[in-house]
């Protein structure tokens, strides 16, 4: 096992500034900006959509096999899980440094990737109530996730764009136990709003939910959502590991994964 496969990525202190890890650390969340090119994105979107037609009705079925994931039905949206699996365009979203640094702020550097999925709100579609990512409320040292959103699409306010009640990660509690309905808007939230490209991390125990698209269009995103190490994933690496993935990835991304390198 590599002693330290953050720093075998790059992975450093100093890739965030002191006032993003301020943010990060205050408001429990933080848009690390645009980290995907253009040409990156549309390539990435080409490829969702071959996967969507060639998966078709099972798209998403990796979810729905996991006993680790609360809601792997999300009505109004359309899914996909295991991209690890599904084709080198989603290496950089386990790998990429900066992202990793961030993650490891919030959890630690003794981290792995929990599942890495795609989801696209669709038109008419998409609100989900304010939680976190965790079934019960955490003390402020003792956080378990850590979540990436990466923008396929532009987020703002019509396109069910997330929205993120800032600070909520260090109150110890979850929105029902202060909220009367937390499908309902809250006074403190903000919505997310980047250009397609963009990365935003999420303390998960900040709470947060999808919003409501008023537009034509799915609104993409593509989600590699981390844990400590010592939790279970919500999608079991092992079991869908390929071995053409094992042949493309480094022993540091390797790890990561939660994979053995000899397993």
């Not at 100093?14 to 933080?30: A, N």
């Not at 090119?37 to 798209?59: C, F, H, M, P, Y």
């Not at 990466?150 to 703002?156: G, K, N, Q, S, T």
Request: charged share 25%.
């Amino acid at each position: 096992m590599i002693q330290d496969p953050l720093s075998q990525l790059g992975v450093h202190a100093d890739l965030l500034t002191d006032s993003e890890k301020d943010f990060l650390r205050t408001q429990g969340y933080l848009n690390l900006g645009k980290l995907l090119s253009d040409e990156t994105v549309e390539i990435l979107r080409n490829k969702i959509e071959e996967l969507l037609q060639q998966e078709g009705d099972r798209a998403g079925i990796e979810l729905e096999e996991s006993p680790n994931i609360r809601h792997p039905k999300d009505p109004g949206s359309v899914r996909l899980g295991d991209l690890v699996n599904k084709g080198p365009e989603f290496d950089c979203f386990y790998t990429q440094p900066k992202v990793l640094a961030a993650i490891s702020f919030v959890l630690g550097n003794s981290f792995k990737l929990s599942s890495l999925n795609f989801r696209a709100a669709l038109p008419g579609a998409g609100l989900q109530k304010l939680h976190a990512d965790w079934p019960e409320a955490v003390k402020s040292d003792d956080f378990k996730v850590c979540n990436s959103i990466w923008l396929l699409d532009d987020f703002h306010a019509e396109n069910g764009a997330t929205r993120v009640v800032p600070g909520t990660h260090l109150k110890s509690k979850l929105p029902q136990d202060e909220m009367e309905n937390p499908m309902d808007a809250h006074p403190d939230e903000i919505i997310i709003q980047a250009p397609a490209g963009s990365v935003v991390i999420f303390n998960s125990h900040t709470w947060h939910g999808g919003t409501t698209n008023r537009t034509s269009v799915p609104r993409r995103a593509i989600h590699s959502y981390f844990c400590r190490r010592d939790q279970v994933q919500q999608i079991n690496q092992a079991q869908y590991f390929r071995e053409a993935t094992r042949n493309r990835i480094s022993p540091a991304a390797l790890q990561l994964l939660g994979i053995s390198e000899h397993s």
